[in-house]
Nanobody, 114 residues
Framework: QVQLVESGGGLVQAGGSLRLSCAAS????????MGWYRQAPGKQRELVAA???????NYADSVKGRFTISRDNAKNTVYLQMNSLKPEDTAVYYC????????WGQGTQVTISS
């Protein structure tokens, strides 16, 4: 079993920044792909950013140039630095990890006020 614990969400004004963290624990024996999805009210869950075991990154077009995903393998933690936030970034952000199956965090609310 793997557990994912997210932190760092909150309420900020447009143009501000937030840093999300996702700490993984449990049966993790190697570096695995991780990333972030988000789901806004009334919308489907969408991929925001992903990072492979080889540190290759992928971003949604809507966040390119504003968000940065990174990882600390020693801490089994993935981060999402979010800058120049917009009201449309408001959503619940979910961390995920791909091992024998895909594990999900509980989600953290990000709210951007205009």
């Amino acid at each position: 079993q793997v557990q994912l614990v997210e932190s760092g969400g909150g309420l900020v004004q447009a143009g501000g920044s937030l840093r999300l963290s996702c700490a993984a624990s449990g049966d993790i024996f190697t570096i695995v792909p991780m990333g972030w999805y988000r789901q806004a009210p009334g919308k489907q869950r969408e991929l925001v950013a992903a990072i492979t075991s080889g540190d290759r990154t992928n971003y949604a077009d809507s966040v390119k140039g504003r968000f940065t995903i990174s990882r600390d393998n020693a801490k089994n933690t993935v981060y999402l630095q979010m800058n120049s936030l917009k009201p449309e970034d408001t959503a619940v952000y979910y961390c995920y990890l791909v091992s024998y199956m895909t594990y999900w965090g509980q989600g953290t609310q990000v709210t951007i006020s205009s």
